[in-house]
């Protein structure tokens, strides 16, 4: 299922298809097993709102979370984009060979995770996780240099500074792999199926008489691929634009 999330086209063809056969099982099928009395009408009415209520609550319910999520993760940028910013300012207080090799080392680490934004392939993203590991070490024992140097307030400030940078890039990657709990997709589909089966066995006349059979199914599948969309950072067209670090990186080399 995680799978097919993080595929948002593929999620829409495989869902659109099911709610579809959903909604023929209900007319094919179940109309001719056990057929509607005029007299249930009613009841069959209130069952299928009710249960259309329910799916339109989950799905509003869901896009609320994807869109939080993916208000968070463009925080977390630019949280990230402040604190390299700010550590490469206090680097001056250091001593001048360790500062500019701090300087050296955030330029190639903010670069990292410009490319970590911005890169889909796996197997790329994995050397750039695999380089970001190795550049994050390097800081890490610059900043101890400068607190073994300067066990000062202001040597204090810059190993701050540098804990700071590291534990944004750990929100950050947090946050992405945060995500809807499969759970939710679960009822979400499973509600939406019944629901397509209801439609198709309360529709009148023949399937063929036109579209208006298909009006459902396409746009329940529509509405869970863009919650995906939205949901999944590396997949689908929707995701992060890290414009704060690719401001800081422009200003950095300036």
């Avoid at 750039?128 to 390097?138: G, Y």
């Avoid at 929100?171 to 945060?178: C, F, L, M, T, V």
């Avoid at 019944?194 to 459902?216: E, P």
Wanted: net charge neutral; charged share 20%.
């Amino acid at each position: 299922m995680t799978g097919f999330v993080d595929r948002p086209a593929v999620l829409f063809v495989v869902l659109l298809a099911l709610f579809v056969g959903a909604v023929a099982v209900g007319a094919l099928v179940l109309r001719r097993l056990a057929s509607l009395p005029a007299e249930d009408h009613e009841d069959f009415n209130i069952i299928q709102t009710s249960t259309l209520t329910l799916l339109a609550l989950l799905v509003g319910f869901s896009l609320s979370m994807a869109v939080n999520r993916y208000d968070l993760r463009k925080t977390l940028e630019e949280s990230e984009a402040n604190a390299i910013g700010t550590e490469y300012s206090r680097a001056d207080l250091a001593d001048v060979v360790v500062g500019a090799q701090i300087k050296s080392a955030l330029i190639r680490y903010a670069k990292l995770r410009l490319a970590n934004y911005r890169t889909r392939e796996r197997d790329e993203l994995a050397k750039i996780n695999r380089d970001t590991a190795n550049v994050e070490t390097e800081l890490w024992q610059l900043a101890t240099r400068v607190a073994k140097m300067q066990p000062t307030p202001i040597g204090a400030l810059v190993v701050s500074g540098m804990n700071d940078v590291l534990n944004s890039q750990d929100y950050s990657e947090a946050a992405r792999i945060n995500h809807i709990p499969l759970g939710a997709w679960y009822l979400m589909i499973v509600t939406a199926l019944l629901g397509c089966v209801l439609q198709g066995y309360g529709a009148k006349g023949s399937l063929r008489r036109g579209l208006l059979i298909t009006i459902l199914p396409t746009t329940i599948a529509l509405s869970l691929a863009l919650i995906a969309d939205i949901d999944s950072p590396k997949g689908g067209m929707i995701h992060i634009e890290p414009r704060d670090l690719t401001r800081l990186i422009t200003s950095l080399e300036q």
